[in-house]
């Protein structure tokens, strides 16, 4: 039986935009648990990124964090973080910090991956009431993603690529077709392979890999 989920993320990845620093975002996390919940962030290239907060709790139904994040480099494909959530006793909230969250039974932690993507550039205004008094810290944990995970990925942007490139190829098609050439069955069979090839083309990549 699956656990449920502890907390709620929004948006579901970090959606990086320029900044006079390089490159901000920010994501929301809302427990949905009345006890405490806790949670670390990872990732895999700890030299490149600033985090706030790395790690912190959430003691009731309701609380919120806003978590940003920075950086100076250009984000690419391979960028990503892994949030670590577990639920927490009154005393394990208090104070949590990364040497307190060490001390945790690894089996009661759950994991998920949260992707990066590029937005659209921010604007001064946006950036200047954004910033926080709080110093930014480095993600100390490097995460690495696992063979089945990198392997989902690249073939889910695979699968955009192709499906991008039959598309560009019809659409220069369709200057040199005339509807008056083809029949109503031709037309009727030419929609329902379209049809096909969009439904059973994940639905491959699922079964053989």
């Not at 030299?47 to 309701?62: A, E, Y």
């Not at 993600?139 to 991008?164: C, H, T, W």
Request: with cysteine; charged share 20%.
């Amino acid at each position: 039986m699956a656990s449920l989920p502890l907390i709620r993320i929004s948006p579901s990845e970090f959606q990086f935009a320029e900044c006079r620093t390089g490159y901000t975002s920010r994501l929301r996390l809302t427990s949905l648990q009345a006890q405490a919940v806790g949670f670390k962030f990872k990732t895999n290239a700890p030299h490149k990124f600033l985090v706030k907060p790395v790690v912190c709790s959430l003691t009731k139904k309701g609380m919120s964090v806003d978590v940003v994040v920075k950086s100076s480099s250009p984000i690419t494909d391979v960028d990503r973080f892994l949030i670590q959530t577990v639920a927490l006793a009154a005393d394990e909230a208090e104070d949590l910090d990364s040497a307190k969250w060490r001390t945790l039974d690894p089996s009661r932690i759950m994991e998920d991956l949260i992707y990066c993507t590029i937005g659209r550039r921010r604007s001064s205004s946006q950036s200047s009431g954004s910033q926080s008094d709080s110093p930014l810290v480095s993600v100390s944990d490097i995460y690495s993603p696992s063979p089945y995970q990198e392997q989902q990925y690249f073939a889910e942007k695979g699968d955009r690529r192709l499906a991008n490139g039959l598309a560009k190829r019809v659409y220069a098609m369709m200057p040199a077709l005339d509807i008056a050439d083809f029949s109503w069955y031709e037309l009727v069979l030419f929609a329902a392979t379209c049809f096909a090839i969009g439904f059973l083309l994940p639905l491959i990549r699922h079964v053989l890999f």
